[in-house]
């Protein structure tokens, strides 16, 4: 691996995850993306719909594509934002909760899977790399 650049590490081990978390949520007639959303999304108070594509680094138009067929399955419901007449929160349906858990479920079996195999200062320093490529990429370090 050390003739591999950075980023090629970084893309190829996302795109081996995002399969790996794919072909788990077929079992459950589901994708990552979905899964992803309904874990994204307060199950207590709802979040609001603008808020969602921040929060998961999506875009408005793939975003919206995701929550009306979740709306579709009966994971979602959309309701008024009381605190603002003009937004819409989204809300968990029991379905959602239920398939919130299984996704919660699959993410905390890769966690605990991994964190098995590395140790403390493994697993400190990966964070701390990722938090260094985060920091530099937000205060545009790399490129002005």
């Given at each position: 691996?050390?003739?591999?650049?950075?980023?090629?590490?970084?893309?190829?081990?996302?795109?081996?995850?995002?399969?790996?978390?794919?072909?788990?949520?077929?079992?459950?007639?589901?994708?990552?993306?979905?899964?992803?959303?309904?874990?994204?999304?307060?199950?207590?108070?709802?979040?609001?719909?603008?808020?969602?594509?921040?929060?998961?680094?999506?875009?408005?138009?793939?975003?919206?594509?995701?929550?009306?067929?979740?709306?579709?399955?009966?994971?979602?419901?959309?309701?008024?934002?009381?605190?603002?007449?003009?937004?819409?929160?989204?809300?968990?349906?029991?379905?959602?909760?239920?398939?919130?858990?299984?996704?919660?479920?699959?993410?905390?079996?890769?966690?605990?899977?991994?964190?098995?195999?590395?140790?403390?200062?493994?697993?400190?320093?990966?964070?701390?790399?990722?938090?260094?490529?985060n920091r530099l990429i937000g205060e545009k370090k790399i490129y002005n």
């Amino acid at each position: 691996m050390k003739d591999f650049t950075i980023d090629y590490v970084l893309r190829a081990t996302w795109q081996a995850v995002a399969r790996m978390y794919n072909e788990e949520a077929k079992q459950f007639n589901s994708t990552m993306a979905v899964g992803f959303t309904l874990l994204s999304i307060d199950p207590k108070t709802g979040t609001p719909s603008t808020a969602l594509g921040p929060k998961m680094g999506m875009e408005a138009t793939s975003l919206s594509r995701i929550l009306k067929s979740m709306e579709q399955k009966g994971l979602i419901e959309r309701k008024p934002n009381p605190e603002d007449g003009r937004g819409v929160l989204i809300h968990l349906t029991d379905f959602g909760l239920e398939k919130r858990k299984d996704s919660k479920d699959v993410v905390l079996r890769f966690n605990e899977v991994v964190r098995s195999e590395l140790t403390e200062e493994q697993l400190k320093c990966f964070f701390e790399v990722m938090e260094t490529i985060n920091r530099l990429i937000g205060e545009k370090k790399i490129y002005n």
